[in-house]
């Protein structure tokens, strides 16, 4: 059982659609980590949200971080084919242990 | 920048064979991880440690062990490669910050193993 699960598992858009991507938990995390993964390569920080609510904006990602810090979401406004890729969230629990979600697979089409 | 660097991007090896995956940080790091990901299964822990010579068991151990003997540098042996452990290796790095703090975890390229 995973400890986050994260939604959906693949989705495939037009560019320039928005899109949302959710990762969520029974259990509180004191921080948690959106990666994206290219294929072949490591997992790329994009960013860590900290306290419950907070909204954080990367361009046009914007990442939220549930009042409760048991779950996050990531939002792409007007995705580009440059998006494509894995995204995983990660949860850091009990401090140093982190729980990943199964991960998101993003396809952008031009 | 943040630098994690693992030995190898790709490596083949035969059943039975014992296989040493390297991995350096340089950022002063006191935590390294060691994961492995397979399609459908996403990253799960293997060892991590937390400092030098310190280390603790993950999720699947099993078949694995690891050394620490310096603080920016992390190994994972494979004492026999099996099959079963061809996949995605990823070494990852954090600080260890406690109570009233936050940790992110830096990443690796990856190993790509291959065990025939």
């Known amino acids: 059982t995973q400890l986050l699960e994260q939604s959906p598992q693949f989705l495939s858009i037009q560019e320039g659609e928005n899109l949302t991507v959710y990762c969520n938990s029974s259990s509180v995390f004191s921080s948690l980590q959106w990666y994206r993964q290219e294929p072949g390569e490591g997992p790329v920080l994009l960013v860590t949200?900290?306290?419950?609510?907070e909204v954080k904006k990367l361009k046009r990602l914007t990442f939220q971080f549930g009042d409760a810090r048991k779950d996050s979401s990531l939002h792409i406004t007007a995705a580009q084919t440059g998006d494509t890729g894995l995204y995983l969230c990660?949860?850091?629990?009990?401090?140093?242990?982190?729980?990943f979600g199964s991960g998101t697979k993003l396809n952008v089409k031009p | 920048d943040v630098k994690v660097t693992q030995s190898s991007r790709y490596l083949v090896k035969r059943t039975g064979e014992k296989v040493f995956l390297e991995c350096v940080q340089d950022?002063?790091?006191?935590?390294m991880f060691w994961y492995r990901q397979d399609p459908g299964l996403g990253l799960r822990l293997i060892y991590f440690s937390y400092d030098v010579k310190m280390k603790e068991k993950g999720d699947i151990p099993e078949g694995y062990s690891v050394s620490r003997e310096k603080k920016e540098r992390f190994s994972l042996i494979l004492e026999s490669a099996s099959t079963n452990q061809t996949s995605m290796y990823l070494c990852?790095?954090?600080?260890?910050?406690?109570?009233?703090?936050?940790?992110?975890?830096?990443f690796g390229p990856g190993t790509r193993l291959t065990v025939l």
């Open positions: 990660a949860g850091e629990h009990n401090f140093n242990k982190f729980y």
């Open positions: 950022m002063d790091h006191e935590n």
């Open positions: 990852a790095s954090s600080h260890h910050y406690g109570r009233g703090s936050y940790n992110e975890q830096f």
């Open positions: 949200v900290v306290t419950g609510g």
